[in-house]
């Protein structure tokens, strides 16, 4: 049975921990933001890095995939058309269709996105071991394991 001290000691931890979570994801999410508010804003990027990672796609399977709302999603692929960074193309199986797609100019972005996001990373987490990021990975896992049951 544990002792005072040690249930005061764990309920320190794991409020120290909630919070360096929580402080961490907001400041890492604040300045990858930062870096591509020049270019995209955030729900733009997630419609663009969808469909470059599997184009073509309609606007209900992004709009169930974010959870956006189907007028949001047309407001985020007009935006992300007049910027050329996708095309919208009636389906040939079926004309009522319209498939959105990523364009050379979107698949060009997205992958400069992802590499600046990969060298704030990098930098980031310069300090850690690769025996530390699997073990903080690992417990990560674990927690988000724990939160979907």
Same mark, same amino acid.
């Given at each position: 049975? /544990? ?7 764990r309920?320190?931890?794991?409020? &120290? ?7 961490? $994801?907001?400041?890492?999410?604040? %300045?990858?933001?930062g ?11 997630? #419609? ?10 309609? @606007?209900? @399977? ?5 959870? *956006?709302? /189907?007028?949001? #999603?047309? @407001?985020?692929? %007009? ?10 193309? !009636? ?9 959105? !797609? @990523? ?11 992802? /590499?600046?996001?990969? %060298? $704030? ?5 310069? &300090? *850690?071991?690769?025996s ?18």
């Amino acid at each position: 049975m /544990a002792t005072t001290l040690e249930v005061l000691n764990r309920e320190r931890l794991v409020v &120290e921990t909630e919070k360096g979570l929580r402080m961490n $994801y907001r400041a890492i999410k604040k %300045d990858v933001r930062g870096m591509f508010n020049t270019y995209l804003t955030r729900n733009e990027f997630f #419609i663009l890095k969808s469909l470059c990672m599997t184009s073509p796609q309609i @606007a209900s @399977a992004l709009s169930n995939e974010f959870q *956006f709302s /189907a007028s949001m #999603i047309t @407001a985020l692929a %007009d935006e992300l058309t007049k910027k050329g960074l996708i095309s919208r193309e !009636r389906s040939e199986m079926d004309r009522r269709v319209v498939e959105l !797609r @990523a364009t050379e100019d979107g698949i060009e972005l997205f992958e400069k996105l992802e /590499a600046m996001k990969m %060298d $704030y990373l990098n930098e980031m987490f310069n &300090e *850690f071991s690769e025996s530390e990021l699997e073990t903080f990975t690992h417990l990560l896992q674990k927690l988000d394991k724990k939160a979907k049951q």
